[in-house]
């Protein structure tokens, strides 16, 4: 029980408040739009343009920056259960896997390093 009294409770408070009203935020004005689909993407987008911004001027506060880094190690296991999906879904494929490998890794891959190579330079 002693790990209870050494998390920083105002940190995660704070920085899950900062993720959660940037996508309901960004939600709601894209429903005002008629594509409440592009919420999320739009909260991202949004979250880190005013983190950019804010370092431009400020220095992120180490609290932020070392609780994110523990919400995104620990959000991986949420992504568990659709690997051990896709996994099936690529045995079932058969001729189809080389495509679908393809899509892929365009879709995500190379998404996730042009995203953590930004994140490693402006953040």
């Known amino acids: 029980m002693d790990w209870i009294k050494n998390i920083d409770w105002t940190a995660w408070i704070g920085t899950i408040s900062l993720i959660i009203i940037f996508r309901e935020a960004s939600v709601w004005i894209m429903a005002q739009f008629h594509h ?9 987008l949004s979250l880190l343009s005013v983190l950019l911004l804010w370092r431009k ?7 932020l920056v070392d609780t994110n880094n523990k919400i995104m190690k620990e959000s991986a296991f949420a992504f568990l259960p659709i690997s051990a999906g896709s996994l099936i879904m690529m045995v079932h494929m058969g001729k189809e ?3 679908f490998l393809l899509v892929l890794c365009i879709s995500t891959l190379i998404p996730l390093w042009v995203y953590a190579k930004m994140a490693k330079k402006w953040l």
């Open 36 to 44: 409440p689909e592009l919420g999320n993407l739009v909260g991202l």
């Open 57 to 63: 001027f400020r220095k992120i506060p180490a609290r």
């Open 97 to 99: 896997i080389p495509a």
